[in-house]
């Protein structure tokens, strides 16, 4: 996770993918969602664009017709499974956004599978969704996201599972972001406190979590803390 400087808004870690990090995690996830995208051109399920840029489209009578015709509750769940793989393989990308005219059309199916999100798997990309409006300013929608992602994490994990935490931690930033500097500084106090007995105060989270309350304290005049 990026640390933030205590002159400068908070940091921004993205949600929890599961996959580690590194550029070996994140090079078997591009494989992963590159076999699960051929599969589903193989079946004609769907088409890359002709830009070349990595769009997949996808017709609408395939997404209606696998919606709301398909009555078989294990191949719904297996395809809602590989469709999220795919998704929370990709949307990491969503921090960057000079990538995000690339990710528009997923960016799009990942909203409609997230509107449904009940399990860890589909906060993640609830995450990563929140993340993309955070990066292009929509604060209110990245707020609401993320609020929701930490529901699920809270409920499915526990109030103080680091990953919960890291949610709760993507919340605050982002009620910074939007102006919020109240409800931002309870959180992170929040969270920093679980921070320092669940992961220890040297845990580069915690660390994290201090520069972003400090952030936080500095947007309100607050330099004494």
């Known amino acids: 996770q990026p640390q ?18 590194g550029g070996a995690a994140l090079g078997g996830a591009k494989r992963a969602a590159t076999n699960i995208v051929h599969q589903a051109e193989q079946q004609s399920l769907a088409e890359s664009a002709s830009n ?56 799009a199916h990942a909203r409609e599978i997230a509107a449904t ?17 955070l990066e292009r300013g929509d604060y209110r929608s990245a707020s609401r996201l993320y609020a929701q992602e930490r529901d699920i994490r809270r409920r499915v994990l526990g109030e103080e599972h680091p990953s919960t935490l890291t949610s709760m931690s993507n919340l605050a930033n982002t009620l910074h972001a939007r102006g919020d500097m109240a409800a931002a500084r309870k959180l992170q106090e929040k969270v920093l406190e679980m921070q320092r007995r669940v992961l220890g105060e040297e845990h580069p989270d915690t660390l994290a979590s201090m520069s972003n309350l400090a952030a936080t304290l500095q947007a309100q005049g607050d330099l004494a803390g």
């Open 117 to 133: 999100a009940d399990d860890v798997e589909s906060a993640t990309l609830l995450g990563w969704v929140a993340r993309y409006d």
């Open 4 to 21: 933030a400087k205590s002159a400068q808004p908070p940091s921004q870690p993205g949600p929890i993918t599961g996959q580690g990090s």
């Open 52 to 107: 070349g840029d990595g769009v997949m489209m996808v017709h609408t009578l395939v997404s209606r017709t696998v919606r709301f015709r398909d009555s078989g509750p294990e191949r719904v769940a297996g395809m809602k499974a590989a469709a999220l793989r795919a998704l929370n393989a990709r949307m990491p990308e969503a921090a960057d956004i000079r990538k995000h005219a690339a990710l528009a059309l997923w960016v």
